[in-house]
């Protein structure tokens, strides 16, 4: 499973995906839209966080994609339903924001 993380996120974060078996990872962030349309479509998981937009063009690349994960709360920055037409799992993680 490939999974990309398109936003800043804690090392530690990182850390859990690299040491989890049969997981690749790997950290692009501050990517355009048209450059993460380009190449989403090579990964089962995105993570992101509040800068990465996941707009329906973006999803409609995704031929590979099986969950979209929100490293804090909120999903404004995700379009549920494009997601759920394609069948894509969306979540986040609220409790996150609370530790620090």
Same mark, same amino acid.
């Given at each position: 499973?490939k999974?990309l !993380?398109?936003?800043? /996120?804690?090392?530690?974060?990182?850390?859990?995906?690299?040491?989890?078996?049969?997981?690749?990872?790997?950290?692009?962030?501050?990517?355009?839209p048209?450059? /993460?349309?380009?190449?989403?479509?090579?990964?089962? &998981?995105? !993570?992101?966080?509040?800068?990465?937009?996941?707009?329906?063009?973006?999803?409609?690349?995704?031929?590979?994609l099986?969950?979209?994960g929100?490293a &804090?709360? &909120?999903?404004?920055? !995700?379009?549920?339903?494009?997601?759920t037409?394609?069948?894509?799992?969306?979540?986040?993680?609220?409790? &996150?924001n609370?530790?620090?």
């Open positions: 499973m999974v !993380v398109s936003d800043k /996120l804690s090392p530690k974060g990182v850390e859990i995906f690299e040491k989890a078996k049969g997981i690749d990872v790997e950290v692009k962030t501050k990517l355009p048209e450059e /993460l349309k380009t190449i989403i479509g090579g990964y089962d &998981g995105l !993570v992101i966080r509040s800068a990465t937009k996941v707009k329906p063009e973006i999803i409609e690349a995704a031929d590979n099986k969950v979209i929100r &804090g709360s &909120g999903l404004d920055n !995700v379009d549920l339903p494009a997601a037409k394609k069948g894509i799992v969306v979540m986040n993680t609220p409790g &996150g609370t530790i620090t």
